[in-house]
């Protein structure tokens, strides 16, 4: 089921993501993604909303996004199609079960939800090559009840839908754009703070 | 921790140095004094005074200092070869020092060579067993093994010498929390509550970690944990007033059906909701409708 879906994700969704990931870099980051599936089977993931950068596991915070945050896409037609998550240190490679847990409950609403795990080493390739696959790792639940990393023979199973889209990214991190990104962890405490990213891409 | 007055003093040194507008020293001592992270400006600005003969000799002894902390802001840029030079200098002023000593240890474990590094400060620490801070490097040192289990042990340990340090009691809860170890983690935070029952911080965290393992009872303390939270902040913490609504919710769930006497009375749900509401409309009006409806989903399940 999962497994061979295709995600597709939009540039500013997936800038937003890493440069979250920068903007904390030593301490692990979440966020939601949101999108729709099209008719070609597709998962298209057009937006995406910075969640937290300071103990993840708790459950509070996390409800109250997931409230708001669906609750504004509910009304462009937009749901919670898929989780991002960065994890502490720079070569884990897991999937934390902090992840999972999170990754399980999108996939109660929706069941071909992309999880996706920054991966370090492509990130940090990045400025070298010209590789327009994103620097992140899929995961997504095949049939079976646990998540997959879908391989890198497949790796076009993700794409970005704007193939300038690491080229425009390595701009933003150059030009230190990652500051600027607005967590809901930001806007619990400082609500005049808006998680939803507006002028970042002004 | 560091208050808001704090922060705001030192970005405004911050950028004031950024821009050329001298107080480098004087941003580097006040990062020092309130154990902050800035790597990257403090080895730049450091290097600067470092390099330059006049601005370093007119430190005087606080030449060493300085030595020190861009050595380890060094390593934590990855610039170790700024950090070997940093520490070289302070070998040939303090020769033997057991300062000194922590930092070439920390090189080692920065070069991820674990096993000298282990070795390093094991010996340094059969000199000093009180040596908090090489304590502490050991529990860095596996979290950064990924190691957490160990990370974990090491802590404890350490706990079991310095039960008073604070900052160890949220480190070993927020590892128990990344673990979703509520129960471990929950105990870390009735040890800081009674050490410094006055921060909301540790009320507000203990709260959110008893709502997280759920249940009745949990949802009952939560709510009072976070109702203490607002009279520490007078009111201002967002986190716990929509704690409150969520404890409420979620209690109206778990005693659905049950007679009035164990019902919850709405009047905190409605008082929090207030506040919230009050505070959405002048400092993020644009979100008030978002607040409106998540209140109301609330209030209904």
């Known amino acids: 089921m999962g497994g061979e879906s295709r995600y597709e994700i939009h540039q500013n969704a997936y800038i937003k993501l890493v440069l979250h990931a920068l903007n904390h870099r030593t301490s692990a980051v979440n966020a939601v993604l949101l999108g729709r599936s099209a008719a070609t089977g597709t998962v298209e993931i057009v937006e995406s909303v910075p969640l937290f950068h300071s103990q993840i596991g708790l459950l509070p915070p996390l409800e109250i996004a997931l409230i708001m945050i669906e609750e504004y896409y509910s009304d462009r037609d937009l749901s919670i199609v898929g989780y991002f998550h960065a994890n502490e240190r720079y070569d884990d490679f897991e999937l934390s079960t902090v992840a999972r847990n999170i990754g399980d409950h999108i996939t109660r609403y929706f069941p071909q939800a992309a999880l996706l795990l920054l991966d370090n080493k492509k990130l940090e390739a990045l400025p070298k090559g010209k590789n327009p696959s994103p620097v992140v790792q899929l995961y997504a639940k095949d049939t079976s009840t646990s998540w997959k990393l879908v391989g890198s023979d497949r790796s076009n199973q993700l794409s970005v839908k704007e193939p300038s889209a690491n080229i425009v990214l390595l701009d933003y991190i150059s030009s230190e754009k990652w500051k600027d990104i607005v967590d809901f962890d930001d806007h619990l405490d400082d609500i005049s703070k808006d998680w939803l990213n507006l002028d970042v891409f002004k | 921790m560091v208050s808001k007055t704090e922060e705001e003093e030192v970005n405004r040194l911050e950028s004031q140095v950024d821009n050329g507008g001298g107080g480098a020293w004087e941003y580097l001592s006040l990062v020092r004094k309130l154990k902050l992270r800035r790597s990257d400006k403090v080895l730049k600005h450091g290097c600067s005074i470092l390099n330059d003969s006049k601005k370093r000799s007119a430190l005087g002894s606080e030449e060493w200092t300085l030595y020190e902390q861009v050595a380890i802001a060094a390593m934590d840029c990855q610039r170790l070869d700024l950090a070997k030079d940093c520490i070289k200098v302070l070998q040939k002023k ?208």
Not at chain 2, 161 to 176: K, N, P
């Open chain 2, 94 to 301: 303090f020769p033997g020092s057991k300062r000194v000593g922590r930092l070439e240890a920390m090189l080692l474990e920065a070069k991820e060579l674990w096993a000298e590094a282990e070795k390093a400060y094991s010996s340094l620490l059969e000199e000093n067993q009180f040596d908090q801070v090489i304590h502490k490097r050991r529990v860095a040192m596996a979290k950064a093994q990924g190691n957490i289990s160990g990370a974990i042990e090491w802590l404890n340990k350490y706990l079991e010498i310095f039960m008073a340090d604070h900052d160890a009691w949220r480190e070993l809860g927020e590892i128990y929390i990344s673990l979703q170890m509520y129960k471990q983690a929950s105990y870390c935070y009735e040890e800081l509550i009674l050490a410094q029952p006055t921060i909301p911080l540790y009320h507000l965290t203990y709260a959110d970690v008893l709502y997280t393992l759920g249940g009745l009872e949990n949802l009952h303390a939560a709510k009072k944990y976070y109702a203490a939270t607002i009279d520490l902040t007078g009111g201002k913490n967002m986190r716990a007033l929509f704690g409150i609504c969520l404890c409420v919710s979620g209690i109206g769930q778990l005693t659905k059906g049950r007679n009035k006497e164990d019902k919850e009375s709405p009047e905190l749900q409605t008082l929090s909701a207030l506040v919230l509401e009050k505070g959405y409309k002048q400092q993020s009006p644009t979100k008030l409708p978002l607040l409106t409806s998540a209140l109301k989903s609330l209030k209904l399940s």
